[in-house]
């Protein structure tokens, strides 16, 4: 082997290599890395968006909601909430109410979402780590109070402190027009979730809420957490399917589940595309070594003159393209690594020197680019890179072995 590799190492460092071979040599390791490299990195990319997606816009978005078919809401939730959270994998139950509605402001109007939480069962929530604590605060101590995403109060130029207008609808049995219910809300807080939410949410007290919205037993429904967000479809079906009421049941696979599935299209996609990059890279070695062994012939017939063996002839070969491999994979890997672990900052600093932002928070549900390097994909795009490699020595090297020393020497 010491010999095998001793013999690859001269001959990929001959001066008399001509400058094609050389020019393809040096293709072939670029590609390989240049493929490791973006791999990575849109790798590590696409494992920001999900996990994102799961503490931030799953924050804030229910796993999995059941709510009562009737107007005057969910029978005995409080029941209902005590024997769900004794399921090992939920993490919180919390009852709620929800409407759309009309913000008023002045003279100006938005259309909102708002939904009506109890502090006592949201304080310990994921929703309560977005908000600020003093934000917190005023919302628990003002049975008046409502929360606002940033969007809304930027549409409508509210601040902290001031007093707005909810108007609700009220639907009548004999559908003729009925004005909306009026209350006015102070406003506790603002919250910034990203994206299209902040355009439209807003959060008032349970209590408040369920007055307003004429709900006898105090809430339209609960809202479910739990610690795997992809069993929310069937364990909330299971809650659902177990109380003897008329409800709706939905989770979050059903609201959101669009941008879930859209990171993964966008991984596989990701995956097929640079692994052919690699492949394509790889068999620039296939290239690379077919004209090596035309030109190193005479070194080979001498070689076997001498009593190397094919074994060794086929082992400088795959040794000289494993060279190349490895070189391109390295510096992929490391360099890839190195983007992706800083790839915020990165994007910050572009963002800066060209004045525009990468991603929008209007559009997207953050406006900054994660990136989450996991070893396993690491490991794996450098396998992937040395496998094929590996594939593309083998038919050169055979076809080195098979030189015949007579007919080599002679011409």
Same mark, same amino acid.
């Given at each position: 082997?010491?010999?095998?590799?001793?013999?690859?190492?001269?001959?990929?460092?001959?001066?008399?290599?001509?400058?094609?071979?050389?020019?393809?040599?040096?293709?072939?390791?670029?590609?390989?890395?240049?493929?490791?490299?973006?791999?990575?990195?849109?790798?590590?990319?696409?494992?920001?968006?999900?996990?994102?997606?799961?503490?931030?816009?799953?924050?804030?978005?229910?796993?999995?909601?059941?709510?009562?078919?009737?107007?005057?809401?969910?029978?005995?939730?409080?029941?209902?909430?005590?024997?769900?959270?004794?399921?090992?994998?939920?993490?919180?139950?919390?009852?709620?109410?929800?409407?759309?509605?009309?913000?008023?402001?002045?003279?100006?109007?938005?259309? @909102?979402?708002?939904?009506?939480?109890?502090?006592?069962?949201?304080?310990?929530?994921?929703?309560? %780590?977005?908000?600020?604590?003093?934000?917190?605060?005023?919302?628990?101590?003002?049975?008046?109070?409502?929360? *606002?995403?940033?969007?809304?109060?930027?549409?409508?130029?509210?601040?902290?402190?001031?007093?707005?207008?909810?108007?609700?609808?009220?639907?009548?049995?004999?559908?003729?027009?009925?004005?909306?219910?009026?209350?006015?809300?102070?406003?506790?807080?603002?919250?910034?979730?990203?994206?299209?939410?902040?355009?439209?949410?807003?959060?008032?007290?349970?209590?408040?809420?369920?007055?307003?919205?004429?709900?006898?037993?105090?809430?339209?429904? /609960?809202?479910?957490?739990?610690?795997?967000?992809?069993?929310?479809?069937?364990?909330?079906?299971? +809650?659902?399917?177990?109380?003897?009421?008329? *409800?709706?049941?939905?989770?979050?696979?059903?609201?959101?589940?669009?941008?879930?599935?859209?990171?993964?299209?966008?991984?596989?996609?990701?995956? /097929?595309? *640079?692994?052919?990059? @690699?492949?394509?890279?790889?068999?620039?070695?296939?290239?690379?070594?077919?004209?090596?062994?035309?030109?190193?012939?005479?070194?080979?017939?001498?070689?076997?003159?001498?009593?190397?063996?094919?074994?060794?002839?086929?082992?400088? +070969?795959?040794?000289?393209?494993?060279?190349?491999?490895?070189?391109?994979?390295?510096?992929?890997?490391?360099?890839?690594?190195?983007?992706?672990?800083?790839?915020?900052?990165?994007?910050? %600093?572009?963002?800066?020197?060209?004045?525009?932002?990468?991603?929008?928070?209007?559009?997207?549900?953050?406006?900054?680019?994660?990136?989450?390097?996991?070893?396993?994909?690491?490991?794996?795009?450098?396998?992937?890179?040395?496998?094929?490699?590996?594939?593309?020595? /083998?038919?050169?090297?055979?076809?080195?072995?098979?030189?015949?020393?007579?007919?080599? *020497?002679?011409?």
């Amino acid at each position: 082997m010491n010999l095998a590799l001793l013999l690859a190492w001269r001959f990929r460092n001959s001066k008399q290599l001509k400058g094609f071979t050389s020019f393809i040599s040096a293709s072939s390791t670029i590609g390989v890395g240049l493929g490791c490299f973006v791999l990575i990195v849109l790798l590590s990319l696409m494992n920001g968006f999900e996990k994102e997606l799961k503490d931030r816009l799953l924050s804030v978005i229910p796993h999995g909601e059941l709510w009562a078919v009737s107007p005057d809401g969910l029978e005995d939730w409080s029941s209902l909430t005590a024997s769900i959270l004794q399921d090992p994998s939920v993490v919180s139950v919390e009852p709620y109410a929800k409407a759309t509605g009309m913000l008023q402001f002045k003279r100006d109007l938005k259309a @909102i979402e708002v939904v009506g939480l109890s502090p006592e069962y949201s304080q310990n929530n994921a929703l309560s %780590a977005l908000i600020e604590k003093d934000v917190w605060a005023r919302f628990e101590s003002d049975a008046q109070g409502i929360i *606002l995403g940033e969007g809304v109060s930027e549409k409508l130029g509210i601040e902290v402190g001031e007093r707005v207008k909810l108007l609700l609808p009220q639907a009548s049995d004999d559908l003729s027009l009925k004005p909306p219910k009026t209350v006015w809300l102070t406003v506790s807080g603002i919250i910034s979730i990203g994206g299209e939410l902040d355009n439209h949410l807003a959060f008032m007290r349970l209590k408040k809420a369920a007055d307003v919205m004429g709900i006898a037993q105090g809430a339209h429904g /609960i809202r479910l957490r739990y610690h795997d967000p992809f069993m929310a479809q069937f364990k909330t079906r299971k +809650f659902g399917q177990n109380v003897m009421q008329h *409800l709706y049941m939905s989770d979050w696979t059903r609201t959101q589940g669009h941008l879930y599935q859209d990171i993964q299209l966008v991984r596989l996609v990701v995956y /097929i595309a *640079l692994t052919l990059v @690699i492949a394509v890279a790889s068999f620039n070695i296939v290239s690379t070594l077919v004209l090596s062994v035309n030109e190193k012939q005479g070194e080979i017939a001498m070689l076997k003159t001498m009593g190397a063996s094919n074994t060794l002839i086929t082992m400088v +070969f795959v040794i000289q393209g494993l060279i190349n491999g490895i070189v391109g994979m390295v510096f992929g890997v490391l360099s890839g690594v190195l983007v992706a672990s800083n790839l915020s900052d990165i994007a910050v %600093a572009i963002e800066e020197m060209i004045g525009a932002k990468i991603l929008s928070g209007d559009i997207y549900f953050i406006n900054f680019l994660p990136s989450v390097v996991r070893v396993e994909e690491v490991v794996f795009t450098a396998t992937i890179a040395m496998i094929l490699t590996i594939l593309a020595t /083998i038919y050169p090297a055979r076809r080195a072995a098979k030189i015949e020393p007579a007919s080599a *020497l002679n011409h």
